[in-house]
């Protein structure tokens, strides 16, 4: 899940850029992982994310709205929930791996990216199962968002 409205991901800046001026770009920054996203879909494997976006959304997360084409087309499930349907929701980034392992993320007040937390308590991974499930039953698939 990510709750965030702006990321400072340095690796990103010159896509964000061009997008934001109109400008074409192959994002040369996200070629790893769509290849990565790719031979997991053919294996089998599925990758999702729900993302909490205040509206009107700030330029950086229409920018991610433009991006998640490309992951999508790669074979991730994303999905939108606007952040006054996300009451009860986490107001934190964390991955879920197979509904057992939660990575808690950390951001400095620059929301450059400190490193994740391994969460290891059950009765926590249970929450975040819980908190994932949640989200995705109310967010909106990135197609229909997007056509909005």
Known sequence: METFDQ??????????????????????WMQSWLSMLGEAAAEG???A???VVTT???DYSRFGVWCSQF??????????????Q??????????LFDSR???????????SFLGGEVVDDPAEIIQYNYWRDAARH??????DFAAE
């Open 7 to 28: 990321y400072d991901a340095t690796y990103e800046n010159e896509s964000l850029r061009k997008f934001l001026a109109g400008e074409p770009d192959d994002l040369p």
């Open 45 to 47: 494997r599925t990758f």
């Open 49 to 51: 994310r729900v993302r």
């Open 56 to 58: 009107p959304l700030t």
């Open 71 to 84: 992951t999508g087309g790669a074979g991730e499930d994303i999905r939108y929930l606007p952040r006054d």
């Open 86 to 95: 996300a009451e009860g929701l986490p107001k934190h980034d964390y991955w």
């Open 101 to 111: 392992k939660v990575v808690r993320m950390h951001f400095d007040d620059g929301m």
């Open 138 to 143: 109310h967010a909106v698939r990135r197609e």
